[in-house]
């Protein structure tokens, strides 16, 4: 082929010469998208015509593509690395993935995309097949590799390292987990962004893997759940676009427990395609709609961000959302174009190209990522089925007969056993994680791990030794309490040990006493079924004043109004503690714990587990007004519900 290049693209691959040729040397902070091309094998199959391929390699990262204004002329790209159609999986992978592993480790986050016409080599370079897997696992054995040699290390002696594994499909615009069973996978989890505007996903199940087969064993039937369908093109076409997200938590085991997080996303995007080619029509139609639009606003994301304007539309498609980490954001991140050398691919092959060449003008800013926990680890946010349920939760609490009471200045006991709690937890897991691992691992390294495990069962002792003493505190407290009780007044005196004894527990869900049960009376019910029983006599410091005797007042029972006017009817210590139960409930119960709070259902759960995410913890109750779609009159109306079923417990 003759080497002429066409003016409009040779502008494009001139355009990023000169760009680069102009480029002040990134700063430290600052990291280029990397862009790979790899070219599929010729399948003559595909090229009914049998007009040979239109695209070619020239060297190590520069490829030609006929000009279809004159066949005798070709243009030519240049990228970070070219990969020809006899190129192996391991090349692709060691050229231009596992150079960015190494920052997880440090707390950084990492992208990898696959991009391209449809039938172009995405899920093989991605996935790819048991003889020649693709990046997906050979990148997560390697990240095992990494996190096995770093923790032997002296250095590290006080780290742990912890990995988990999401993994989600945009379908239809829609975010559904791949982890979650078949029947549950449907539900559109929110995207959301942190302060630092780091992407989170709310509701996302992480699990906690440890090994490779632990990878596996969630991977490979998630991977049942995606998408996929026939269309002309590709027997087995992705009709979604992927996300495998790898988490390595790298935590200090003393305090201040910092944290330093990093994250691996491994995305592998639906093709783009041409509905006149596929022959895609009903469903397989709307799916190629959304697949296209999504596609669309990724390419006016690179345009907007290549030319500086103000406002990138990253929230014009939930594919661009969940990419503005990878794409200026702070991710370091590398895409690779696949492409197909057929004649029939022409169109797409050129618009890849063209998407390609301005992508590798963005550049990142990638930041190392570290928090520091005030108190203690905390356990990645899994759904466990071993996880005590809210009200177990709260029932230990009394049992234990923990009180409020200060042991240290502004940490009360009954937050920092439940700390204690999750630490345990953490630690047992730990273990548990450790000695699986140990059981697979090479004669070497099982000292390194045994010396691990020795510190985590000296770390459960101290703790267990720490909660011997809280609970000593606790009791002391207590029967300090009992004695300042008995000193008190008598209409006073019958407070919590009474309520207790006499209440008896509410149903979880608002039962309404009065007919009809219209959803208004429901929200109220709590308090009514208080009116009706044995509750009311228990109830200390019950205000005989004009308040409560106006019976128009107690039908507005909604809203803050209302709020006070019960909180002055219940003991001040009872509303404290178990407005501290529900507190601690929402900052570390798991999404089945919150739904079972009274006006709480899955969609509230999630947005509360959304705004820990995103905000840290809860310091008060009344925070739940900072969520979008709790207003002032709903989080009043919850605090009554529940704090009444607390009591009653
Ligand atoms: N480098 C390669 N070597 C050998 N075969 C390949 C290569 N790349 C792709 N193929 C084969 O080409 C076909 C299409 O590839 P693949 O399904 O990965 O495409 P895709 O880009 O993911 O398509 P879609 O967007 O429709 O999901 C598959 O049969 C795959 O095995």
Redo the contacts with the bound molecule.
């Keep these: 082929m003759e080497r002429k290049e066409k003016p409009t693209e040779l502008a494009m691959a001139k355009r990023v010469s000169i760009f680069e040729a102009g480029l002040k040397k990134p700063q430290a902070s600052t990291a280029r998208v990397r862009v790979s091309v790899?070219l599929?094998?010729y399948?003559s199959q595909d090229d009914e015509k049998n007009e040979g391929p239109c695209v070619r390699g020239t060297g190590g990262n520069s490829l030609e593509i006929v000009n279809w204004r004159n066949t005798m002329e070709t243009m030519q790209y240049q990228f970070d690395a070219f990969y020809g159609?006899g190129?192996s999986q391991q090349e692709v992978y060691l050229g231009s993935v596992k150079p960015v592993l190494t920052h997880l480790l440090s707390g950084q986050n990492a992208s990898i995309f696959?991009y391209?016409?449809?039938?172009?080599?995405?899920?093989?370079?991605m996935l790819g097949?048991p003889d020649?897997p693709g990046v997906i696992p050979r990148a997560v054995r390697d990240v095992f590799q990494m996190v096995r040699e770093q923790s032997v290390l002296p250095s590290n002696e006080e780290w742990e390292f912890t990995t988990t594994m999401s993994y989600l499909e945009i379908y239809n615009e829609k975010v559904l987990d791949l982890l979650q069973p078949k029947d549950l996978k449907d539900q559109d989890l929110p995207i959301r962004e942190d302060k630092d505007k780091n992407i989170l996903i709310p509701g996302l199940t992480q699990k906690l893997i440890s090994s490779f087969t632990d990878f596996e064993n969630h991977f490979i039937p998630a991977s049942q759940n995606r998408t996929?369908a026939s269309?002309k093109?590709?027997?087995?076409?992705?009709r979604s676009h992927t996300v495998l997200l790898i988490k390595v938590v790298k935590s200090l085991r003393r305090p201040p427990f910092r944290q330093l997080t990093g994250k691996l996303y491994l995305i592998?995007?639906?093709?783009s395609?041409d509905n006149r080619r596929t022959g895609n029509q009903g469903i397989r139609l709307k799916e190629s709609g959304a697949i296209n639009s999504s596609l669309f606003v990724l390419s006016k994301v690179v345009d907007a961000l290549n030319q500086g304007l103000p406002r990138i539309p990253y929230r014009d498609s939930k594919l661009t959302r969940l990419l503005q980490d990878s794409l200026g954001g702070s991710a370091h991140s590398v895409m690779i174009t696949?492409l197909a050398p057929e004649f029939k691919y022409y169109f797409d092959t050129l618009t890849a190209l063209n998407f390609a060449a301005k992508s590798k003008q963005i550049i990142n800013k990638p930041f190392t990522r570290e928090t520091v926990q005030p108190t203690a680890l905390k356990r990645p946010r899994e759904e466990s089925p071993t996880r005590m349920p809210a009200k177990k939760k709260m029932e230990a609490q009394n049992i234990s007969g923990e009180v409020s009471t200060e042991s240290a200045p502004g940490v009360s006991v009954s937050s920092r056993s439940s700390h204690n709690e999750v630490y345990d937890g953490s630690v047992m897991e730990r273990l548990l994680m450790l000695e699986k691992m140990m059981m697979g691992t090479p004669e070497r390294e099982r000292l390194a791990l045994l010396k691990t495990v020795q510190q985590s069962r000296k770390e459960i002792q101290e703790l267990r030794e720490k909660q011997k003493e809280l609970e000593a505190k606790a009791q002391e407290a207590q029967s300090l309490l009992a004695q300042q009780n008995t000193l008190q007044p008598s209409n006073s005196s019958n407070a919590e040990g009474k309520v207790k004894r006499n209440i008896r527990p509410l149903a979880n869900k608002p039962i309404s006493v009065a007919a009809p049960c219209s959803k208004q009376q429901a929200v109220v019910s709590p308090l009514q079924v208080s009116r009706v029983n044995p509750l009311q006599q228990n109830i200390s410091e019950v205000e005989t004043s004009k308040k409560t005797k106006t019976s128009k007042k107690t039908e507005q029972l909604e809203g803050k109004e209302n709020m006070e006017e019960f909180q002055c009817k219940v003991n001040s210590g009872l509303l404290k503690k178990s407005e501290e139960m529900i507190l601690n409930l929402l900052n570390t119960g798991s999404l089945q714990d919150l739904k079972e709070l009274q006006r709480i259902g899955d969609k509230k759960a999630r947005l509360i587990m959304g705004y820990r995410e995103l905000n840290g913890q809860f310091k008060q109750v009344a925070d739940l007004a900072n969520i979008a779609g709790f207003s002032d009159k709903q989080v009043a109306t919850f605090l009554k519900a529940n704090l009444l079923s607390t009591i009653a417990r």
């Design positions: 790899r599929r094998p399948m159609d190129s696959a391209g016409p449809t039938g172009a080599g995405k899920t093989h370079t097949s020649q996929v269309t093109l590709n027997s087995r076409s992705s592998d995007l639906a093709g395609e696949n």
